[in-house]
């Protein structure tokens, strides 16, 4: 996965002359792009709001390739990018007691990783698509991960409300905010400090810019730091970015919030 640099960091993804200076140097890029956004369109025009918006693309592109939908082209890149994220939070605190919610869990990239070294119980998975979640228990059988039971929970919105308060340890929700727009994330983080447990934290990632805050079609957000932090103070969190997650070959940022002592 390419490097930020501090052009990558300062562009506008969704400028007209970005795009077509894109296309030049990608011209087999440009057929997959005029699809991605008919379908985006039409999507759109069935779907006003995000969410439905989003499980609507999940659906077609798990018809697809379930791993494709959640980001992994080949099956050795799922697997890389499912390790990357266990041993991240691995080194940083997770033990096996700890229990764990994870947010967009997907097909279980990492989550089966999670579950597996988990105590049985201690996992639960929420995501938008019905599909994905369908993807994610064949890829508990393939593990062999039935008698962890895991929790996995269809959701449509990111209140948490069916969840108790105070009890998760650790909060993990990889590659969402970068599909999410301001409003969806400021609800996530205007509810998520009510079911961290004391001493737990939140991580997630986003797709970080330097420049002007922009959108991709409907697909792809690109958001400040300083925006996100600022976000997460305001419903009483304390969030700083994760300098060591920078050296991973990931083009996505993180930062780590908690609640404020």
């Known amino acids: 996965m390419p490097k930020k640099t501090a052009a990558s960091l300062t562009a506008n993804r969704s400028a007209l002359s970005h795009r077509v200076a894109y296309a030049l140097r990608h011209p ?51 697997l890389a990018l499912g390790a990357m994220q266990f041993d991240y939070l691995a080194e940083h605190g997770l033990a096996p007691g700890h229990r764990m919610l994870d947010i967009g869990c997907g097909n279980l990239r990492a989550g089966w990783r999670f579950i597996q070294y988990l105590d049985a119980g201690n996992y639960y998975g929420i995501d938008i698509s019905p599909d994905i979640l369908i993807s994610a228990k064949a890829t508990l059988t393939t593990y062999g991960l039935q008698d962890r ?11 948490f409300d069916f969840l108790p308060d105070g009890h998760f340890d650790v909060i993990h929700a990889h590659s969402v905010f970068s599909h999410s727009p301001i409003k969806v994330i400021d609800e996530c983080l ?16 986003f797709d970080r810019t330097d420049g002007v805050e922009h959108a991709v079609l409907r697909e792809d957000f690109y958001y400040r730091t300083e925006t996100l932090t600022a976000l997460a103070s305001r419903h009483g969190l304390v969030a700083r970015f994760m300098d060591d997650w920078e050296e991973r070959p990931h083009g996505q940022s993180k930062i780590r919030v908690s609640a404020r002592p």
């Open 28 to 78: 087999g890029r440009i057929a997959p792009y005029v699809r991605r956004s008919v379908r985006d369109a039409w999507l759109s025009a069935k779907h006003p709001d995000h969410v439905d918006y989003y499980r609507a693309v999940m659906a077609s592109d798990t018809g697809r390739n379930p791993e494709a939908a959640v980001g992994s082209q080949t099956h050795e890149r799922w």
């Open 149 to 159: 039971l895991p929790h996995l929970t269809l959701t449509h919105d990111l209140t």
């Open 190 to 205: 205007a509810h998520v400090g009510r079911v961290l447990a004391p001493g737990g934290f939140f991580d997630f990632t």
